[in-house]
């Protein structure tokens, strides 16, 4: 799985940090990223919280999303529905 963040869609909330902070961090002026953008497999089902939590869905999975089995790129829409 790879993860990114849409730096200009986020807002700051720093939900993803809080839930998978080996994955993702905050700059200066709150803007997340992905800080590990292909992260284990043990982290994949917090990479997964912090793309539910993000309240602009802001977090993006491409590949192999974990127990799903979906592959692909997908979006921030498409995430919640492959969920």
């Known amino acids: ?14 939900q993803c940090e809080l839930a998978a902070p080996e994955v993702f961090e905050q700059d200066d002026e709150g803007v997340s990223r992905a800080s590990d953008p292909e992260p284990a497999e043990d982290l994949w089902q917090r990479v997964h919280q912090a793309a539910d939590l993000c309240p602009v869905q802001a977090v993006l999975l491409t590949g192999t999303t974990g127990k799903t089995g979906t592959t692909g790129t997908a979006s921030p829409e498409q995430h919640r529905e492959t969920r």
């Open 1 to 14: 799985m790879r993860v990114a963040v849409d730096e200009d869609r986020c807002i700051g909330a720093g």
